[in-house]
């Protein structure tokens, strides 16, 4: 599931729309609907209580599957899955781990703005921060191996999430 806006401007690049992103959000304004994953394998880690995921990407053209931290509040089980709210910050580091770029630090600094992140989820997003940055510095947790040679294991069925309520609002 994502947000209806997000899947519109991935579909058709309409940066209207993804502009619209945030204030729908902060004024409780959005809609969740299905989303199919495309463009890369995706194989991601996220621990209870962590502010952030991290995941590689492995694209069939790109021989060096890069490493991604995506800045969320902490996930929680639902019936039908994993909840959890993405804080539109992100650190995209080098498949060596010799380097990292901030993403989307405007977008970060709009919900700041129009009250979308709170001051007490900026203060835990910035712990996050400093410690995702120490366990690529550290090569440590999940930084530390290799996902390459992870085993998927190709019998795990795709979830499927139920009909009844798929279009959900905020």
């Given at each position: 599931?994502?947000?209806t806006?997000?899947?519109?401007?991935l579909?058709?690049?309409d940066?209207?729309?993804?502009?619209?992103a945030?204030?729908?959000?902060?004024?409780?304004?959005?809609?969740?609907?299905?989303w199919?994953?495309?463009?890369?394998?995706?194989?991601?880690?996220?621990a209870?209580?962590?502010w952030?995921t991290v995941?590689?990407f492995?694209?069939?053209?790109?021989p060096?599957p890069?490493?991604?931290?995506n800045?969320e509040r902490?996930h929680?089980?639902?019936?039908?899955?994993i909840?959890?709210f993405?804080l539109?910050?992100?650190l995209?580091?080098?498949?060596d781990l010799?380097?990292w770029t901030w993403?989307?630090?405007?977008?970060?600094?709009?919900a700041r703005?129009?009250?979308?992140?709170?001051?007490?989820?900026?203060?835990a997003?910035?712990?996050?921060r400093?410690?995702?940055?120490?366990?690529?510095?550290?090569?440590s947790g999940?930084f530390?191996?290799d996902?390459s040679?992870?085993?998927v294991?190709r019998?795990?069925?795709l979830?499927l999430l139920?009909v009844?309520?798929?279009?959900?609002t905020?």
């Open positions: 599931m994502a947000p806006t997000w899947i519109h401007w579909r058709t690049g940066e209207e729309v993804r502009e619209q945030i204030p729908n959000l902060a004024a409780g304004r959005w809609e969740l609907d299905r199919t994953w495309r463009d890369a394998v995706l194989i991601s880690r996220s209870p209580g962590d952030f995941s590689r492995f694209r069939p053209d790109d060096e890069g490493w991604y931290v800045f902490p929680t089980r639902t019936a039908i899955g909840d959890t993405d539109l910050l992100d995209v580091v080098a498949p010799s380097t993403k989307d630090e405007d977008e970060y600094a709009h703005r129009i009250g979308l992140i709170d001051d007490a989820t900026h203060r997003l910035d712990r996050a400093q410690q995702a940055i120490e366990l690529v510095t550290a090569r999940p530390a191996g996902w040679t992870l085993p294991d019998t795990w069925p979830p139920p009844e309520g798929m279009r959900l905020g």
